[in-house]
């Protein structure tokens, strides 16, 4: 089943780095353009970053712009996205997605999703 895969959440103080993962599994992410979303407790989900498939073009979410890098590594069939200088207010489950496709910028929807990993930041 085609499925992206997330990991590399975990636990971490404020002001801390992580670099969560996004595999494919079962398909080529080349032809993908890739989301990051996340959803803290109680709240919606939100888009943070993507990336499209064909320019490479990047979109961050205004609360995380200068933070998160999002990035593609087509040969190891990898999105990243890394995070820096986290806060409390990152906390929550990051999900990956994908939609295919040659994008020239991001998407707004996308077909596959993963089925997240959480990042707590504890302040």
């Known amino acids: 089943q085609l499925q992206p895969v997330e990991s590399g959440g975990g636990l971490v103080q404020s002001g801390g780095s992580l670099r969560l993962s996004c595999a494919a599994s079962g398909f080529t992410l080349d032809y993908y353009a890739i989301g990051w979303f996340r959803q803290a407790p109680g709240k919606e989900r939100e888009a943070v970053s993507c990336i499209s498939s064909s320019t490479g073009s990047t979109k961050y979410a205004d609360s995380v712009k200068g933070r998160f890098t999002i990035s593609r590594d087509n040969a190891k069939n990898t999105v990243y996205l890394q995070m820096n200088n986290l806060k409390a207010e990152d906390t929550g489950i990051y999900y990956c997605?994908?939609?295919?496709?040659?994008?020239?910028?991001?998407?707004?929807?996308?077909?596959?999703w993963g089925q997240g990993t959480q990042v707590t930041v504890s302040s």
């Open positions: 997605a994908a939609r295919h496709g040659m994008f020239r910028q991001c998407v707004p929807e996308y077909d596959h």
